[in-house]
């Protein structure tokens, strides 16, 4: 089974300050880590490689050749083979020429793998579109927001949590998944696998190599304009019963509930 | 215009601010605070207290936890207000980079300007200043005074390596500029300063990591006489620091079953000509234990990954990739580990600056474990503190100091965690009382592995220092002749012994 693991080099978060004005992120001196819901979708990918024979993962990347530290770490925590998407055309690239870019990356090195697993969005942008534009271009359906996989009679399984359900869906493969959440506490890799991480050659590819139009890549291929960046505050509204009005309370609670 | 017009200043409060440190030492008490804002007022109320016979304390940041900064009677100088850095500049000599500061400012100001201001060295390295003692929040000043140094240090040194001049206040308020390289003590041992000549202290200095005492050595540097005094000589107000290149960093905890298999891999790892180990630190089995415990109980508190149970001892390194890459390090590690038949032992490693981040916050979670459990202890028996050592010794008695530590702390019966700076043969033992006598019992065993520490040609404090609560100890590191060749020189500089009292050595015994 061949699974494409998609991973994006971010800012911390933690460390990083947006600019009130222009509404975007102030990247100099920050350093870089692996987008945590990425490290999900690798630790899935890796549990299916434990559970099943013959799985190979490869992690994709589009990045500057920096972003090679994190294709070391998915290297580390499992991945058999890593891909860097690196050419200065990709420059400026939006979610579509993102996402044209690594389909053909994908296409390239290893064609249409059985799943691709993807984080549900990356904690720099938040615009969650790069997956299901992946799985549009590669027209294999897509599973959102999962948290447990498993393979049963050659298709995916998916325990999926959206907003306030939890589903469970089944798909045939091809299959693209978008991983929602994971374990807090990340994996370390030892002396061995960072052995092995740092000895494999990483392959990298121009537009060339992948096979990429040249329409469809970089600033030319990104149709997006951002107009204005701001920050949407939620407004849920509290209700408060006490001993006075418990009743109607618990009757207001079993119509959520039921609902 | 007296000095009371001139300077900031304020009488002590009964608040206890600038009358304690973190030493918790009690009973400090002080009539006022300067704040002076640079040499010169400083050199001011220096001479106000010779003339008036007033004895004072300098007070940096407070972070020693000897006592050196706790005043007893008199005036405190706080340092705190003289706060300005200068710009980074190259010593073509040298041929490496250095920055001026003021002697109030913190370790962490020093790290946060150099990053916000993005210095790079002509290869497009950032710099940094590697004196990294924990405590960033302590002053430069006081890194001076205490030769502070660290897990660092054992590739980089202590303090006295990174400084490259001082400005100094004499304690009769003369005002001097010591720049390294410039004067030496002759054969006989004399040095001279402002003119008039001293002869550097009689002692011999332990051949390994030590803040014991003054600091002697053959034709030895005038400037370190002073760095690592405890501010008994003078007053320090201005200090240039050498940068060195940061390279990125490769992080490894490697797991071992037992002590034995821990000591030799750390011999290993520092007989290695070309790893060049930045730090390498060590956690025994009581101390994994009760931070296994403490993840178990709380995840959030250690962000790691499980330790499997088989595994007792922890030992932390981390390499700086200047001549080696992962790839090659990894390789020295496995030949290591083949060489000690430790290959099923399990490893934890990092290279992202986050990762290499969890991997300090959990190597420096136990101690922090350890005074939250007396802090427990505390609300039962207020009287009771942590005993920790502070104690090492040259290589060839290391072993010996280990096996000491386990024979008499086991028959003890107490309860105890080891870690620390195992690359400098510096382990720090952590003897918990659970209640009085456990106490007692403790100080007993303090001074007896202090007194075999001694007798194995080490140092009965190798980073915290003296200050006022450890006198006894150096006078059983040095015996009483060593304490007078000592004196002879607080003497010279400081006739009136108006200067931090009672730091090193006792006032009242001064002659």
Same mark, same amino acid.
């Given at each position: 089974? @061949? ?90 690239? #939006? ?7 690594? *389909? ?115 600033? !030319? ?39 | ?12 409060? *009964? #608040? ?250 750390? !011999? ?72 000690? @038949?430790?290959?099923?032992?399990? *490893? ?29 202890? !505390? ?68 001074? !007896? ?50 200067? @931090? ?11």
């Amino acid at each position: 089974m @061949n699974i494409a693991v998609l991973i994006k080099q971010v800012p911390r978060t933690d460390r990083i300050k947006i600019d009130h004005e222009t509404g975007t992120l102030i990247r100099s001196g920050v350093e870089s880590i692996l987008n945590p819901y990425c490290e999900y979708g690798l630790d899935l990918a890796v549990e299916l490689k434990k559970r099943f024979a013959d799985v190979k993962i490869t992690a994709f990347t589009m990045g500057p050749v920096s972003s090679e530290i994190v294709l070391r770490r998915a290297l580390a925590l499992g991945a058999d083979e890593a891909v860097l998407l690196n050419d200065k055309a990709f420059a400026g690239s #939006d979610c579509r020429a993102t996402a044209y870019t690594l *389909s053909r990356g994908i296409l390239a090195v290893t064609g249409v793998p059985d799943i691709i697993i993807c984080g549900k969005q990356a904690v720099d942008g938040d615009t969650a579109q790069v997956p299901g534009e992946v799985s549009s271009i590669l027209n294999i359906p897509v599973l959102p927001y999962v948290t447990q996989v498993n393979c049963i009679d050659g298709y995916l399984e998916v325990r999926s949590e959206i907003e306030n359900e939890l589903l469970t869906l089944r798909s045939e493969l091809p299959v693209l998944i978008t991983v929602g959440s994971g374990s807090n506490i990340r994996r370390m890799p030892s002396i061995d696998d960072v052995s092995r991480a740092f000895r494999k050659k990483i392959t990298v590819l121009s537009a060339k190599d992948a096979g990429c139009d040249s329409s469809n890549i970089g600033l !030319k291929g990104s149709p997006t304009r951002v107009v204005k960046i701001e920050t949407v505050v939620s407004k849920g509204k509290c209700r408060i019963f006490n001993e006075k009005n418990l009743s109607e309370g618990l009757d207001y609670f079993s119509t959520i509930i039921y609902k | 215009m007296t000095i009371f017009d001139e300077i900031t200043n304020r009488a002590a409060g *009964s #608040d206890g601010e600038y009358l304690c440190d973190e030493s918790r030492l009690s009973g400090g008490n002080a009539v006022r605070i300067f704040f002076p804002e640079n040499a010169l007022q400083t050199s001011q109320i220096v001479k106000y207290c010779n003339q008036e016979i007033i004895p004072f304390t300098v007070y940096g940041k407070g972070t020693g936890i000897t006592g050196g900064a706790v005043p007893f009677g008199g005036f405190v100088i706080s340092i705190e207000k003289m706060k300005n850095s200068g710009a980074v500049s190259f010593d073509k000599d040298a041929k490496k980079f250095f920055l001026k500061v003021d002697a109030g400012v913190t370790l962490n100001d020093i790290k946060e300007f150099l990053h916000r201001k993005e210095y790079f060295d002509m290869t497009g390295y950032e710099l940094f200043y590697p004196v990294d003692p924990t405590e960033m929040g302590a002053s430069i000043g006081g890194t001076v005074a205490t030769n502070a140094s660290g897990a660092s240090s054992f590739r980089y040194g202590p303090t006295r390596n990174w400084i490259k001049s001082l400005e100094i206040i004499l304690p009769d308020g003369e005002i001097a500029v010591i720049k390294r390289g410039e004067q030496f003590a002759d054969d006989n041992g004399s040095m001279e300063i402002n003119g008039k000549h001293f002869l550097i202290p009689d002692i011999k200095m332990p051949e390994c990591k030590n803040a014991a005492g003054l600091y002697s050595r053959k034709n030895m540097d005038l400037i370190d006489i002073f760095i690592g005094s405890e501010g008994i000589l003078g007053i320090v107000t201005g200090v240039e620091i050498w940068l060195e290149r940061k390279y990125p960093s490769f992080s490894m905890i490697k797991f071992l079953k037992n002590e034995h298999k821990a000591l030799e891999f750390v !011999k290993m790892l520092k007989k290695n000509k070309e790893l060049d180990p930045v730090f390498i630190e060590y956690v025994d089995e009581r101390g994994l234990e009760m931070l296994r415990k403490k993840r178990n109980r709380d995840r959030s508190s250690i962000n790691i990954p499980e330790i499997e149970p088989e595994f007792k001892t922890a030992v932390f390194f981390d390499i700086a990739l200047d001549k080696l890459g992962v790839a090659e390090v990894s390789d020295i590690v496995d030949e290591i580990e083949e060489k000690l @038949n430790v290959r099923d032992a399990f *490893s934890w490693c990092a290279w992202e600056e986050i990762e290499i981040e969890r991997i300090r916050a959990f190597r420096h979670a136990l101690p922090e474990t350890v005074n939250t459990y007396i802090s427990e202890i !505390k609300k039962i028996y207020p009287e009771i503190h942590k005993l920790g050592t502070d104690l090492a010794v040259p290589d060839e008695n290391f072993e010996m100091m280990t096996a000491f530590y386990h024979d008499i702390l086991d028959r003890s019966g107490l309860n105890y965690v080891v870690f620390g700076h195992i690359g400098n043969n510096h382990l720090h033992i952590n003897i918990i009382p659970e209640n009085v006598e456990d106490l007692k019992k403790g100080f007993e065993i303090y001074k !007896k592995l202090a007194g075999y520490a001694v007798e194995l040609k080490g140092t009965v404090s190798a980073e915290h220092g003296i200050g006022k609560i450890k006198h006894r100890y150096l006078v059983e590191m040095y015996g009483e002749n060593g304490i007078s060749e000592m004196k002879r020189v607080k003497f010279f500089f400081d006739p009136g012994y108006l200067l @931090n009292r009672n730091n090193m050595f006792e006032y009242m015994e001064m002659k």
